[in-house]
C-alpha cells in the first residue's frame, strides 16, 4: 500500500488544523490516521495516484500548514519516501521508478522528548519490516480521547545529498541513530 505522510509546519498543530475544517476532514474521514512523526498525519491509500489525488484534494491545507508532503510507495523503494513533485511525476509517467533515486533529503530521526538523541531503544518495526516509516509511531492511529495517537520521534535538519555510486553520503548534522530518507526531483534539489 502506498502511503500519505503530512510534517505540519512548525508554526501550527497539523492534526487540529486538518480535523477542524470541514473540506479537510471530509476528504480524511475515510482513512485510518496516525501519527508517526512529531507534528504529523499518515493515511494508507491504494496506489500513488490515490495518494496524489488526496493531496491535491487537500492541496489549499497544505499550502498553508503543512511543510512536507510525503509518499511512500513501495515498488519503487521500501525504504525511502517520494516527495509529493517526484511522486506526480512518478505517476504521469514523466520519470521511472529506477530514476528517482539520485537527489534526496535526509532528515535526522530524534525521539520525541529527548533533549539529545541518544536512546538505548529503537522505534517499533512495521508489518513490513521496515525499520523507520510512517507506521513507527503508535500502530493503533487512535487514542483514548478520539484524537491521533501520539509519535514517537520528530525530523530534525534535512540534509540534501545526491547519491552516488549508488551510495548515500552519511548524515552529520547531529548525532541521530536512525534517519529517514526523502526522494526529490532535480528542481527540489537545487532550487
Not at 504529523?40 to 495518494?51: C, F, H, I
Not at 513490513?128 to 487514542?143: F, R
Amino acid at each position: 500500500m502506498t502511503r500519505v505522510c503530512l510534517i505540519g509546519d512548525p508554526d501550527c498543530t497539523l492534526q487540529y488544523e486538518l480535523l477542524s475544517r470541514e473540506t479537510s476532514r471530509e476528504a480524511l474521514a475515510t482513512y485510518d490516521l496516525t501519527r508517526p512523526f512529531e507534528n504529523s498525519l499518515a493515511v494508507r491509500t491504494v496506489s500513488v495516484g490515490a495518494a496524489i489525488s488526496l493531496l491535491n484534494d487537500l492541496d489549499w491545507y497544505l499550502t498553508r500548514f503543512v511543510d512536507e508532503a510525503l509518499v511512500f510507495e513501495p515498488s519503487v523503494s521500501d525504504e525511502e519516501w517520494l516527495s509529493r513533485p517526484l511522486a506526480r511525476t512518478l505517476r504521469n509517467g514523466e520519470v521511472g521508478p529506477e530514476d528517482t533515486g539520485e537527489f534526496c533529503k535526509v532528515y535526522g530521526l530524534e525521539r520525541v522528548g529527548e533533549s539529545d538523541s541518544s536512546s538505548d531503544s529503537e522505534p517499533n518495526s512495521s508489518d513490513d519490516g521496515e525499520s523507520v516509516d510512517a507506521d513507527s509511531g503508535d500502530e493503533s492511529g487512535v487514542d483514548d480521547a478520539g484524537g491521533v495517537a501520539g509519535p514517537t520521534h520528530r525530523l530534525v535538519e534535512p540534509l540534501y545529498v545526491r547519491r552516488t555510486g549508488g551510495e548515500l553520503p552519511e548524515y552529520d548534522l547531529r548525532d541521530v541513530e536512525q534517519t529517514l530518507v526523502v526522494r526529490l526531483t532535480e528542481a527540489e534539489y537545487s532550487p
